[in-house]
């Protein structure tokens, strides 16, 4: 069974840094590209960083490039995202995801992030 387990959310001051942790397992986690995704209330889900298999390459949305740094372990399957300078408007709930050609996309369940005095 395929599983992402997200973790490390929580309320943040503006300015302060979280590192979230995605726990994969149920295939082959170093074969595939992984992605940090968020949705705040009333908007739609939007990728947020993006890294792939190995690891060497990673894409970001304008709003978090320079900020947040998306990295991978594909000893431990996990994906992590690092997200540094926190505004406000980072938050939201985000969520893990794969997409596998066979498998389609899988989701973890998403971590709240609140950026708040």
């Known amino acids: 069974q395929v599983q992402l387990v997200e973790s490390g959310g929580g309320l943040v001051q503006p300015g302060g840094s979280l590192r979230l942790t995605c726990a994969a397992s149920?295939?082959?986690?170093?074969?595939?590209?992984m992605n940090w995704y968020r949705q705040a209330p009333g908007k739609e889900r939007a990728l947020v960083a993006r890294?792939?298999?190995?690891?060497?390459?990673?894409t970001y949305a304008d709003a978090v490039e320079g900020r947040f740094t998306i990295s991978r372990d594909n000893v431990k399957n996990t994906v992590y995202l690092h997200m540094n300078s926190l505004r406000p408007e980072d938050t939201a709930v985000y969520y893990c995801?794969?997409?596998?050609?066979?498998?389609?996309?899988?989701w973890g369940q998403g971590t709240q992030v609140t950026v708040s005095t």
């Open positions: 149920g295939f082959t986690f170093r074969m595939y590209a």
């Open positions: 995801n794969v997409y596998r050609s066979g498998g389609g996309n899988t």
């Open positions: 890294i792939t298999s190995t690891g060497r390459g990673t």
